[in-house]
């Protein structure tokens, strides 16, 4: 597979070429829901167990079954407000932590690409990548323990003070596919 760069949309500290050239790709993974975050399964888990006390809200508003006109707009009224505080209850999580939830929506869709020059975070309907990070902010990959398939954690180490790193100076991955290929590609 190969990649044509645009560098001409980098910022100027990370501009390398102006011109396109070809890129060999060295390490392409899908994680798919791997991807997502170790919390995000409790968190979905921990989610989903409000919806059972709505169930029975529910439940006590339609029964038994509404027999006149005002038992009906008493119980669809019940039902519109109990569907606006949760929907409001949503809006409020979402508009606290925008940027975690695009993160979690997006990560299973998410493919890392490492080339002879760079690595990148890519989406199928997004023509540019989410992140680009040059051969020159890399200083290597650490890799953790594998399960028997050969996925496992790993680490992109960054030079000092990068700004996509963590305090440590490293973006890690979880649970990455075949994680040793892709530290041998880092080091390559």
């Not at 102006?18 to 993974?29: G, K, S």
């Not at 080339?115 to 680009?132: I, K």
């Amino acid at each position: 597979m190969e990649i044509v760069s645009s560098d001409a949309n980098l910022p100027v500290p990370y501009m390398r070429r102006i011109n396109r050239v070809a890129e060999t790709t060295r390490y392409v993974a899908r994680p798919g829901l791997r991807a997502l975050p170790s919390g995000a399964g409790a968190f979905v888990a921990f989610g989903s167990l409000q919806f059972f006390p709505l169930v029975i809200l529910l439940w006590a508003i339609w029964w038994p079954a509404p027999r006149s006109t005002s038992d009906y707009e008493f119980a669809i009224g019940c039902s519109v407000a109990l569907a606006a505080l949760v929907v409001g209850v949503f809006t409020l999580l979402a508009r606290q932590n925008p940027g975690f939830l695009l993160a979690v929506m997006r990560s299973p869709f998410i493919s890392i690409i490492v080339t002879d020059r760079r690595v990148l975070w890519t989406l199928p309907w997004m023509q540019q990548p989410l992140m680009d990070i040059g051969h020159e902010r890399i200083l290597g990959g650490v890799l953790g323990q594998l399960d028997r398939k050969g996925n496992g954690p790993a680490a992109l180490v960054l030079v000092p003070g990068d700004p996509c790193a963590d305090m440590d100076g490293n973006i890690h991955f979880d649970r990455l596919p075949d994680a040793a290929a892709f530290v041998a590609a880092l080091r390559g």
